[in-house]
């Protein structure tokens, strides 16, 4: 199986910066697109931003301009640097990679997705 290990999160001031990481291990042939999910309390979880192995990025409007998703790929992980924060920015952030464990799973396209535990966002205003 594949594990997603976030870090980073913790709690800061509105106008401040975190940098989340998430790290994968496991049984891995290669991982697909990479990408954060948040979810605050009493709401759907939400798209935050993603990144292909290429490097190509897309975010939502609500953090376009404030947020920057990364990724080293000889390290299987994805970074997640916020600035700018604010209040609505609190949630818990999940890591999600789609990956393939074997060449065959690559050859079948029969990804899954794995997520991380989750690591806690709090902003104060």
């Known amino acids: 199986q594949v594990q997603l290990v976030e870090s980073g999160g913790g709690l800061v001031q509105a106008g401040g910066s975190l940098r989340l990481s998430c790290v994968a291990s496991?049984?891995?042939?290669?991982?697909?697109?990479m990408g954060w999910y948040r979810q605050a309390p009493g709401k759907e979880r939400e798209l935050v931003a993603t990144?292909?192995?290429?490097?190509?990025?897309a975010y939502a409007d609500s953090v376009k301009g404030r947020f920057t998703i990364s990724r080293d790929n000889a390290k299987n992980t994805v970074y997640l640097q916020m600035n700018s924060l604010k209040p609505e920015d609190t949630a818990v952030y999940y890591c999600?990679?789609?990956?393939?464990?074997?060449?065959?799973?690559?050859?079948?396209?029969?990804?899954?997705?794995?997520w991380g535990q989750g690591t806690q966002v709090t902003v104060s205003s």
């Open positions: 990144i292909t192995g290429g490097g190509s990025a």
């Open positions: 999600n990679s789609r990956a393939y464990r074997t060449p065959a799973e690559y050859l079948r396209q029969n990804a899954n997705d794995y």
């Open positions: 496991g049984t891995i042939f290669t991982i697909d697109v």
